[in-house]
């Protein structure tokens, strides 16, 4: 996977993985927003965004800080609830139903979508609790299985070589792009459908990103990937296919190369080479 600047402004992408998409049908669509809008008091954050994201895809939600990133984000498993003040209009469907009815089971819906923050959050216990918290919650109490599913999630986040021995000691002792790891894993352990990430590399250096950004590419071959990210070369290289959002609106929602190479809409293109953020 290359990230080539083309001319000074334009990013070129060749990315050899890429899967082939032209053959995604209706059915490889697993969450998405139907007329999506979302008020904080009364200033509104999202404006009727229609959005579809797809199975074993990486979508990236670019655009200037502010623009509802997050916001969106955190729509895709109810985590704006919480938020005093929050209300919510138009769907979210999963798997074709919409979270947003009052049967919805959001015990169930926060397993299956799960989230990554921008600085890792690893609770204050050891590496293996940390895995095994979320399947406990959902009743697995047998330690062989627990076991098992500490060893298979974190070698899907490419962590157990360098922490199978030390299983036991505090998580908070590993170096920040491990921990992130750590909780890329926690999310996989109650074997989620699809990952949001909102700015996972923000807080690590260089070579804690690259990790992350190689891991992404390997869980899309099981799981869906949606990110926020403030940081377009990072897009570029991971994304499939890439939203911009402005001032609450998705401005262009299309594949990762077409947004970065030849952006239908003149806000896009400003926003892509630079001319704003
Ligand atoms: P981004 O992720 O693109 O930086 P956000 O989704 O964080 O944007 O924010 C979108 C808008 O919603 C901003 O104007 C922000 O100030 C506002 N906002 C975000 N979170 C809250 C909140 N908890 N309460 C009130 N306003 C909020």
Request: glycine content about 6%; hydrophobic content about 35%.
């Amino acid at each position: 996977m290359v990230l080539k600047i083309k001319n000074k402004n334009k990013l070129k992408i060749e990315n050899k993985n890429s899967l082939n998409n032209s053959n995604k049908s209706q059915d490889d669509i697993v969450i998405e927003c139907k007329e999506l809008n979302l008020w904080y008091d009364d200033a509104q954050a999202l404006i009727d965004i229609n959005m579809k994201f797809k199975r074993n895809e990486v979508t990236a939600i670019i655009g200037p800080s502010g623009c509802g990133k997050s916001t969106l984000l955190r729509c895709l498993n109810r985590m704006n609830d919480v938020i005093e003040g929050c209300r919510i209009e138009g769907e979210v469907l999963f798997q074709g139903k919409n979270l947003y009815t009052k049967d919805a089971d959001i015990r169930l819906n926060r397993k299956k979508i799960g989230m990554i923050f921008q600085k890792p959050n690893p609770f204050p216990m050891s590496i293996y609790d940390n895995i095994t918290y979320g399947p406990k919650i959902h009743k697995i109490i047998d330690d062989k299985t627990l076991r098992e599913i500490t060893e298979r999630s974190l070698k899907r986040a490419v962590l157990w070589e360098e922490v199978q021995d030390r299983l036991n000691e505090s998580a908070m002792g590993l170096s920040g792009g491990q921990q992130q790891r750590l909780c890329i894993a926690r999310a996989l352990a109650v074997e989620p459908e699809i990952l949001l990430m909102d700015e996972p590399t923000a807080s690590l250096d260089p070579i804690a990103t690259q990790k992350i950004e190689e891991l992404i590419f390997e869980l899309k071959k099981e799981w869906t990937v949606i990110i926020v990210t403030h940081n377009m070369q990072q897009a570029a290289r991971i994304s499939d296919y890439t939203g911009f959002m402005y001032l609450g609106k998705l401005i262009e929602f299309g594949n990762t190369e077409q947004i970065f190479e030849n952006p239908n809409n003149q806000l896009t293109e400003n926003y892509i080479t630079g001319r704003f953020g």
